[in-house]
């Protein structure tokens, strides 16, 4: 048996995420816009397909978001049915016919294995829909950040999380074992007059860095950073991007089309889904 990833090896401090979502979950409807946003997506996508769903698994952020379906969440926030471990889901195999996630797999440790864990809980020909955020995320902040421990202290740490890059997304749901794995990518444009206004939202949302190797940021950094953020407005204000990655897989079942080769896909996600009609 393969002995288990070393806990220095893992990017993310599950113990501290699942802190700062509980935290975060009594106040987190007044910043929850950009879940929200995900929430409409998903829900949008799956009324494409005419399909009654019968068992929902939501695999949830810090709140629970699908009526009806199963709760189940990394972090024990309120609401919440099931607390559950990324890479090892409390549930059968093919229990679901409907898995769908919003925001909750941007900071898992394994996301290859918690793929893996969704195909397994979903049914022969079950949907999987799911929004996280992605690689070209808050890339202002980061330079600022970089640029500013730089100048100070003559080198650069890591302050914010890596993220999933949209051109792995759907070649990660195929690993996993979906069929007709899709992904589509949208990109926000937030407007903040500081730095500690984006870093306010970043805290009420549990959205802080959870990295398992950080280091704290000192105040003179921070100063600089705010400094160089300021210098970047357009306006009073300063642009932000946010990826969102909205992917779609199915489980394999009878009657599938043929998957194409990998790199081949062409087509968007609304088009697979309306395709299973």
Known sequence: MANPQPLAALPFD???????????????????FLHQLMVEELR????????????????????????????????????????????????????????????????VNDLPGALAGIRRVLQPDGLFVASFVGGMSLVELRACLLEAEAAISGGAGSHTAPMVEASAAAGLLGRAGFAMPVADVERLQLRYASLFGLLDDLTAMGARSVLAERRPLRRDVLME?????????????????????????????????????????????????????
Not at 18 to 24: L, N, Y
């Open 14 to 32: 599950a113990a501290l995420r699942r802190r700062r979502h509980a935290r975060a979950a009594p106040g987190f409807a007044a910043v929850d």
């Open 44 to 107: 949008e996508r799956v009324a494409l397909v005419a399909r009654n769903f019968t068992s929902v698994l939501d695999l949830g952020g810090p709140v629970p978001t699908w009526p009806g379906a199963v709760a189940a969440s990394l972090s024990p926030v309120t609401g919440t049915a099931v607390v559950a471990d990324e890479a090892a889901l409390p549930f059968a195999d093919a229990s679901f016919d409907l898995v769908v996630s919003a925001g909750a797999l941007t900071t």
């Open 225 to 277: 950073a705010a400094r160089r953020f300021a210098a970047m407005a357009d306006g009073g204000k300063t642009a932000v991007t946010v990826e969102i990655i909205h992917v779609a897989g199915w489980a394999p079942g009878p009657g599938q089309p043929t998957p194409k080769a990998p790199g081949s896909a062409t087509t968007s996600l609304a088009a697979a889904l309306t395709r299973r009609v």
